[in-house]
């Protein structure tokens, strides 16, 4: 069980930290400044006495909550006007909606840092 324990804490560790660099790679400066933070910050706790559990889920939800909160404030491009998109935003060509605005915003984004990442 203690196995299973920490294998589940480096999951969530590493996880954390690739979202935010997806989200710093994707232009949500904030977001992923604040998620590597929190990476940062619950990689020293790990072996150490920590913090009590209810501040713990309390920083955790509120980081997250952020997050989500910017996540929910980017700018869909309009599929109507073809005339708006820019030529220097790649992914916004290859968008398509689903419906579900914030699952769109979440694809947008990751689409966004796929763009970045990708060789020139």
């Known amino acids: 069980m203690d196995n299973l324990k ?31 933070a929190t990476t940062f910050l619950m990689v020293l706790t ?39 998109m820019s030529c220097s935003n790649e992914h916004a060509d290859t968008y398509t909606s689903t419906g579900f605005t914030f699952l769109d915003q979440v694809t947008y984004i990751f689409g966004s840092y796929l763009s970045q990442a990708a060789a020139s």
């Open 46 to 84: 790990v072996g150490r006495p920590r913090p009590p559990r209810w501040a713990r889920v309390g920083l955790i939800c509120a980081v997250f909550g952020f997050v989500i909160w910017n996540i929910s404030t980017t700018d869909l491009p309009n599929s109507h006007n073809e005339m708006a």
């Open 6 to 36: 920490k294998m589940a804490t480096w999951t969530g560790i590493v996880l954390t930290g690739l979202f935010g660099v997806v989200l710093l790679g994707a232009g949500k400066v904030a977001s992923g400044t604040l998620l590597f």
